[in-house]
């Protein structure tokens, strides 16, 4: 079941979510986009997939208060706000239609926000367009959906206290 807006301020008046600011609607929470992305270096002719692979070999962290997302490029880019959610809420990012409407995505298919978080998000970011999109910090870039969870859960795996993209 979605939480909605009263029950999402329920949770954080009680302290079981807690999220450094909070823009509320109906049943999401608007997240703003950070100052630090991760690009791409240059140079890389391929990158072979491994299970235990990761991005920092192939990239490089800025920090910017706005960047020129080239057409068809793609970088991860972190939220403002960190989140805590308690064992029984999960959570799924996705973007804003009027941003997508624009040629902007911001994941590819990493958006699912697990159960015991306490982290800023990672967005997976792309230019679907033919021509160059300015993204800001600070600006509400996606939303958060909350779920409840049967039972309780937890992750406590790699990205768990993540505060950097």
């Not at 949770?11 to 999401?28: A, L």
């Not at 990761?54 to 960047?67: A, I, L, N, R, S």
């Not at 306490?118 to 958060?144: D, S, T, W, Y």
Request: with cysteine; aromatic share 6%.
């Amino acid at each position: 079941m979605i939480l909605s807006k009263e029950k999402i301020l329920e949770e954080i008046k009680n302290k079981k979510i807690v999220i450094t600011k909070t823009e509320i609607d109906d049943t999401t929470i608007k997240l703003h986009l950070g100052n630090e992305f991760r690009i791409f270096k240059e140079g890389i002719k391929q990158i072979v997939l491994t299970e235990n692979q990761d991005c920092k070999k192939f990239t490089k962290v800025v920090k910017k208060k706005e960047y020129l997302l080239q057409p068809g490029e793609f970088i991860l880019g972190v939220t403002k706000e960190t989140i805590k959610l308690p064992n029984n809420v999960a959570g799924l990012l996705t973007g804003r239609s009027r941003f997508a409407r624009l040629g902007l995505s911001v994941h590819s298919t990493s958006n699912y926000v697990h159960p015991g978080v306490n982290n800023k998000q990672v967005l997976e970011i792309k230019n679907n367009l033919n021509r160059p999109i300015v993204l800001k910090e600070g600006m509400g870039i996606c939303q958060l959906i909350l779920f409840g969870v049967e039972g309780k859960a937890g992750y406590k795996g790699k990205f768990w206290r993540q505060s950097h993209v």
